[in-house]
């Protein structure tokens, strides 16, 4: 059974930092890529960034410079730091364990349950 459990969402002021994480279980860990997704209120869920099983990242445009996925494959674990937070980074956002494709394609599989992070002063 696959299990991805996010953790580390929470309420912080504009300008302020939130470290996501997302633990794995049930998958060969190492050889699926990695996402993180949001979705805003009335809003489709997006991808925000994207890890492969190379370490290779990509990111949505709105993140760049301010977001950075990482994983570690001892702890079968991808997180997202979040940095210079906006109130338009308010979201739930979900982890995704997946494939990726040809160049920034990725193609989700399996989701967490997701953890909300509230950017307001």
């Not at 049930?26 to 489709?44: D, E, L, N, T, V």
């Not at 109130?87 to 956002?93: C, K």
């Not at 990726?100 to 599989?109: A, L």
């Amino acid at each position: 059974q696959v299990q991805l459990v996010e953790s580390g969402g929470g309420l912080v002021q504009p300008g302020g930092s939130l470290r996501l994480s997302c633990a794995a279980s049930g998958i060969i860990f190492s050889s699926y890529a990695m996402a993180w997704y949001r979705q805003a209120p009335g809003k489709q869920r997006e991808l925000v960034a994207s890890i492969t099983n190379s370490r290779s990242t990509n990111y949505a445009d709105s993140v760049k410079g301010r977001f950075t996925i990482s994983r570690d494959n001892a702890w079968n674990t991808v997180y997202l730091q979040m940095n210079t937070l906006k109130p338009e980074d308010t979201a739930v956002y979900y982890c995704n364990a997946g494939k990726s494709g040809t160049g920034e394609n990725y193609y989700p599989m399996y989701w967490g349950q997701g953890t909300q992070v509230t950017v307001s002063s």
